[in-house]
């Protein structure tokens, strides 16, 4: 596979490494500080998938920039949801292909799976368990809270009808999920979903040990979206 790295930091590097040795071919890096191309200088004919892993605020505009050039591209950058919509009328009016997700690591969506499974399930306990999440990861991360956590709360709020929002912060009202950020050391990315009553505690916890798991799931995306138009994530990739 042809691949089009953009961005080159920790998942960037991650990424290459992985790619190179399961024999794909890196033709090109976009980034700040580690080369001066851009993203106009690809052409379809180069690149099977390009894979961006920057920052919030210039995901969407790489996104933009892959969606005009007819790069399919897989994005992980996090923290860019308000603009996912104008990326989806952007797909569609280039009838090109976006694979988003918050988490590519396949331990995170089956994590994902149990906590819906959970929700519902705990559902019917509402009034004796109350519902928190907590995600604690490296000092470096910019955004509060992580994609994972906010993908986590919607599975909450979908199936647990006693959440009806979140806070970033501890609970105001009975109604609220708290969502708790703690930026600690190098720390990969640790998602908890706690239950709590008065008499027990259910907890669902995932821990990344590195971020191979991120780089195995963006390549795996990567290899799966040519050829295929419109806005995919990873439970088209996995069939959860
Ligand atoms: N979906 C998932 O599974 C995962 C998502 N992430 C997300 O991916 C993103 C990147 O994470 P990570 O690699 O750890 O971050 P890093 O800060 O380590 O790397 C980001 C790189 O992108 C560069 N960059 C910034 N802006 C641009 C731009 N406009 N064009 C090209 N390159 C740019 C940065 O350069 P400079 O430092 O010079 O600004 C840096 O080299 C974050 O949003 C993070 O939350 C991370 C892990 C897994
Ligand atoms: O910034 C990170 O490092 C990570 N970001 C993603 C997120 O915001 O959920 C995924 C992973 O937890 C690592």
Not at 183 to 198: K, L, P, Q
Request: charged share 15%; aromatic share 8%.
């Amino acid at each position: 596979m042809k691949i089009l790295l953009i961005g080159y930091g920790k998942m960037g590097q991650t990424i290459a490494a992985l790619a190179s040795a399961a024999g794909h071919e890196i033709v090109g890096i976009v980034d700040h500080q580690a080369s001066d191309s851009k993203i106009a200088d690809f052409t379809p004919d180069q690149v099977d998938a390009a894979i961006e892993f920057t920052h919030p605020e210039s995901a969407f505009e790489n996104v933009a920039a892959c969606l005009r050039q007819g790069l399919p591209v897989v994005c992980g950058s996090t923290g860019w949801l308000h603009r996912f919509e104008e990326a989806q009328q952007l797909v569609a009016d280039t009838n090109g292909a976006l694979f988003y997700a918050s988490n590519y690591s396949v331990g995170v969506n089956l994590f994902f799976h149990f906590n819906e499974y959970i929700a519902a399930k705990m559902n019917q306990f509402a009034a004796s368990y109350d519902v928190q999440l907590t995600e604690v990861h490296h000092t470096q991360k910019v955004d509060q809270p992580s994609g994972t956590a906010l993908t986590a709360a919607q599975g909450i709020l979908a199936h647990f009808p006693s959440k009806t929002t979140w806070r970033n912060a501890p609970a105001q009202a009975p109604e609220e999920l708290a969502v708790l950020s703690e930026r600690r050391g190098d720390v990969v990315g640790i998602h908890e979903v706690r239950y709590a009553s008065t008499a027990d505690t259910i907890t669902l916890r995932h821990e990344a040990h590195s971020r191979e798991g991120f780089a195995q799931g963006a390549l795996l995306a990567a290899g799966w979206l040519p050829g295929r138009h419109g806005v995919f994530g990873m439970n088209d990739l996995l069939g959860l």
